[in-house]
């Protein structure tokens, strides 16, 4: 089956600091889709981006589809920003979706 | 914004007992998803749906069952809990293989099976 590896498993920055978080997936996907765990538990959709990629504030979600590869982009980072962010993959043709183990994301003052 | 909500939020229940987690969406969404959450495990498929009427075993589906008995409904029936199913429930729904393909997710529910 589908297998979705996400780097690292966690990360302490210090304000201000930049982030990069990466998906691996093990086979072609045709949806490659980005949540934020908030620390109560609450998931929020970030981004949902097959390919290219895609902006959004502080955020950028770049999709190499060929090569099975995601990474999500913090920049400048803020206390706030703290949480685990969950890379999800869906199959061609179909409608399950996958979920990676998550990269737990420490933004210190 | 799309719509999820979850019933119960907390749910204690006992060994061979039966839980019925409920899910509601106003999104008009075809797809919707059961998902259970352990600390480790990340996010795991039980069972989806993507319509009324049907449901699809997912990648865990064992002591579950699941029912959609309508667009906007989506429920997740423990016929005979075990301490193994103590887990935080997540439901989701999304448009599937369209253009967006997004799911959005209820807030969860915490099941607690003693």
């Known amino acids: 089956g589908q297998q979705v590896q996400q780097s690292p498993a966690s990360l302490v920055l210090q304000e201000g600091e930049n982030a990069e978080l990466q998906c691996n997936f093990s086979?072609?996907?045709?949806?490659l889709q980005w949540f934020y765990q908030h620390p109560g538990g609450r998931l929020v959709s970030l981004f949902y981006n097959p390919s290219g990629t895609k902006h959004t504030g502080r955020l950028t979600s770049t999709t190499v589809t060929n090569e099975r590869r995601g990474s999500l982009h913090i920049s400048s980072s803020q206390t706030t920003d703290s949480g685990t962010y969950f890379c999800a993959i869906g199959g061609t043709g179909g409608y399950k979706v996958v979920f990676g183990s998550g990269t737990r994301l420490l933004v210190s003052p | 914004e799309a719509a999820v909500t979850q019933s119960p939020r907390n749910k204690v229940a006992v060994t061979g007992g039966k839980v019925t987690l409920s899910c509601n969406q106003t999104?008009?969404?075809?797809?919707m998803y059961w998902y259970r959450q352990d600390t480790g495990h990340g996010l795991r498929l039980i069972h989806y749906s993507y319509g009324a009427g049907s449901t699809e075993k997912g990648d865990i589906p064992d002591g579950y069952k699941a029912s959609r008995p309508s667009q906007e409904n989506f429920s997740l029936i423990l016929e005979l809990a075990t301490p193994s199913q103590t887990s935080v429930y997540f439901c989701a729904s999304g448009d599937g293989l369209g253009v967006r393909g997004e799911q959005y997710f209820g807030p969860g529910t915490r099941l607690t099976v003693l």
């Open positions: 999104n008009n969404h075809n797809n």
């Open positions: 086979s072609t996907a045709t949806r």
